[in-house]
């Protein structure tokens, strides 16, 4: 399949022959490869760098809640 991509904006198309000059790639070969990646299409799996698997597993320790409101605690003396 051929396609025509007009009024590419030129922060687009500078970062395209950039990664293809440094990948030693094609312009063509870079472009699909970002299109396939904006699509989720490239059948690798997209890393996911949140900490969404932390939610809700805080347990309430007494001795860390101690030690957080000690931190928490102001000391006049330092703001003098």
Known sequence: MQYTIRNVPRQIDRALRRKAKAE???????????LEAALG???EPIKRRDLSFMAGT???????????ADQR???????K
């Open 73 to 79: 605690r102001i000391d006049p003396e330092m703001w």
């Open 41 to 43: 299409v490239s059948g």
């Open 58 to 68: 805080w347990d309430n320790d007494p001795k860390v809640e101690e030690a957080l």
């Open 24 to 34: 030693g790639k094609s312009l063509n070969a870079v472009a699909i490869e970002a």
